[in-house]
């Protein structure tokens, strides 16, 4: 299916549109967890905003592979012929776009021997995420503890340095 010109600005601005909800969200996150003192409601928070974060984080990311298609499109079209040796029957396809479960990070209790299996998943999965900042990583360290492991870092304020100290 080919784009018109006006689908593709569409596409455009609702990416701009999922973005601007995207920073929104992380806002209005900062923001509402400084206010939460009930670690039940906390984590509550955390899950549904990690959801909603994803849903948001997966409707971006089908409209640009959307405006991809639609640039790929557009080259085909306006693009010279090219010769193609004939030996050459190797053809490259875009990327299919497949939904991965969802991940689960094992709560740590601060028994040593689940340590590891959590901080390799907490590692992966948000430490290694650019697009969260320390005081983010560190809300959501936070909602992965429980018991002596939460205590030890429950007095902590939510701060760069802070998550830093904890992580390293």
């Known amino acids: 299916m080919i784009l018109k010109k006006k689908d593709r600005k569409k596409l455009s601005e609702y990416l701009l549109n999922v973005e601007d909800k995207l920073k929104e969200l992380k806002t209005l996150n900062k923001e509402i967890e400084e206010l939460i003192t009930d670690k039940a409601v906390f984590e509550a928070d955390i899950e549904s905003s990690f959801e909603y974060e994803e849903k948001l984080n997966d409707l971006k990311f089908e409209i640009k592979s959307k405006i991809d298609n639609f640039k790929i499109e557009q080259q085909s079209v306006t693009a010279p012929p090219v010769n193609i040796p004939a030996n050459n029957a190797e053809t490259k396809r875009p990327a299919t776009s497949i939904s991965l479960p969802k991940l689960r990070i094992p709560t740590f209790s601060g ?17 290694s995420n650019e697009s969260l900042n320390n005081v983010e990583k560190f809300i959501y360290l936070k909602s992965f503890l429980s018991g002596e492991a939460y205590k030890s870092v429950s007095g902590f304020s939510l701060t760069e340095e802070n998550y830093k100290s904890w992580i390293c």
């Open 111 to 127: 028994d040593a021997s689940t340590f590891l299996d959590f901080i390799n998943s907490f590692s992966n999965a948000i430490d």
